[in-house]
């Protein structure tokens, strides 16, 4: 195969519950993410020079997203690719073309998806399996979202643990939509959970969590059961999205939660027009508070938001 075309859906998170800092520097967590309808577009083709090449276009082909190895879909597939080379025949060279629609610094773990969805494409390119267990290593060791979205493909949602690269199946939501909302604030993950340790808290219990079981859930009570630890400490860190959080108590109150560290926030909703009345309703009052969005979406949540060619 000369050339291959593969999708990477985003994620939000239903619950991110933080149980401690770890040895390592980490945060312990547990967290339930589903897939997200909106999706970057990655074009793998054969290269004739050694090594992986990328170009990045689309609406959130942002400065801040590289086209070298510090984009982790670059990194996954030059560790991918000297895999295949150490084990037998694989392409020579890989060139990238990666679309973006999922911004970045968002929350939605678009750079993770992008990591996974490449070795998929990649594997697909080269005609050989790299194998469940060697691209879960090859992505923990990039990110802790990045083994979910590998996992994800089965059910569209999963239970993670540890700091996040541990993957468990879930059952998905079926018919949830969600008004998705990603405001002009770009907020780094790093000075989120500085803020979390400087604040005063109360860390999970691990063995006192139990997980929600989503899936028998309508859109409108788990609403109420949707929780991130992180949403506080990320208001802190980035006072930019205070203002959204207003604006969004006010115009929608106990719908919407923040996905990871931020900067989107979520509303489940029962169908697409519930939706897209609601997206629309908070762009208006977005527009006449002066609040800038990146980016504006009614989108499906879990099983069946997974498409690749």
Do not use: Y
Request: glycine share 12%.
């Amino acid at each position: 195969m000369d050339a291959v075309r593969i999708e990477a859906p985003a994620k939000v998170n239903l619950d991110l519950i933080v149980h401690g800092r770890r040895p390592d520097g980490f945060h312990e967590l547990t967290t339930t993410m589903v897939l997200a309808g909106v999706r970057d577009v990655l074009e793998l083709g054969r290269a004739r020079s050694a090594g992986v090449t990328c170009e990045v276009d689309g609406p959130c082909a942002t400065e801040d997203v590289p086209t070298d190895a510090r984009n982790l879909a670059v990194a996954s597939l030059e560790r991918g690719l000297a895999v295949l080379t150490a084990t037998g025949s694989a392409p020579q060279g890989v060139h990238l073309r990666l679309t973006k629609s999922v911004p970045a610094g968002a929350g939605l773990g678009g750079g993770s998806s992008d990591a996974a969805a490449a070795l998929l494409g990649l594997e697909r390119l080269a005609g050989r399996e790299l194998g469940p267990v060697v691209r879960a290593s090859i992505l923990a060791d990039l990110g802790s979202d990045t083994v979910f979205f590998d996992a994800a493909g089965r059910t569209g949602a999963g239970l993670c643990t540890g700091r996040g690269e541990r993957v468990r199946s879930a059952p998905s939501p079926s018919g949830w939509w969600a008004a998705l909302l990603t405001p002009a604030v770009v907020v780094p993950t790093g000075p989120v959970f500085a803020a979390l340790d400087a604040a005063p808290w109360t860390p999970g219990t691990p063995t006192a969590f139990e997980p929600v079981d989503w899936a028998a859930l309508t859109p409108t009570d788990a609403r109420a059961r949707l929780r991130n630890d992180l949403e506080s400490p990320a208001l802190v860190a980035a006072p930019g999205l205070r203002s959204w959080r207003e604006l969004l108590d006010e115009r929608a109150p106990g719908a919407f939660t923040l996905s990871g560290s931020g900067s989107s926030f979520f509303a489940p909703c029962e169908s697409r027009s519930a939706a897209e009345t609601l997206v629309a309703e908070v762009e208006g009052a977005a527009a006449g508070a002066g609040l800038e969005l990146r980016g504006s979406w009614a989108v499906p949540l879990g099983s069946g938001v997974l498409a690749q060619d």
